[in-house]
Nanobody, 125 residues
Framework: QVQLVESGGGLVQAGGSLRLSCVAS????????MGWFRQAPGKERRFVAA????????LYADSVKGRFTISRDNAKNTMYLQMNSLKPEDTAVYYC??????????????????WGQGTQVTVSS
């Protein structure tokens, strides 16, 4: 099991940028495939981006492709989500997730074993 803590959320105007961080503790970070998901009020949790254990492979939802960048620094036990050109429809609680033993990237929430508590991102128009 790994403990995950997100940070970096906040209020930003449309067109602005934010960088989310997810710090992991408890197990060897590089053994986990990681992902970002988001959940808007009244909606299901949706996939945003995923990254393989050593960051060699990434996957993005079509809605964020070209605007968001997922990355990780295994030496710092940290995953990032750089969000540029933000839109009001990006408003949601953003969650990071970890999958132990995964060798690829994973877009389904059911693939993940551990979740953070979430960080709120609000984009005003």
């Amino acid at each position: 099991q790994v403990q995950l803590v997100e940070s970096g959320g906040g209020l930003v105007q449309a067109g602005g940028s934010l960088r989310l961080s997810c710090v992991a503790s408890g197990r060897t970070f590089s053994t986990y495939a990681m992902g970002w998901f988001r959940q808007a009020p009244g909606k299901e949790r949706r996939f945003v981006a995923a990254i393989s254990r050593y960051g060699l492979n990434t996957l993005y939802a079509d809605s964020v492709k070209g605007r968001f960048t997922i990355s990780r620094d295994n030496a710092k036990n940290t995953m990032y989500l750089q969000m540029n050109s933000l839109k009001p429809e990006d408003t949601a609680v953003y969650y990071c997730a970890a999958k132990g033993g995964g060798s690829a990237y994973y877009p389904l929430s059911d693939d993940y074993n551990d979740w953070g508590q979430g960080t709120q991102v609000t984009v005003s128009s």
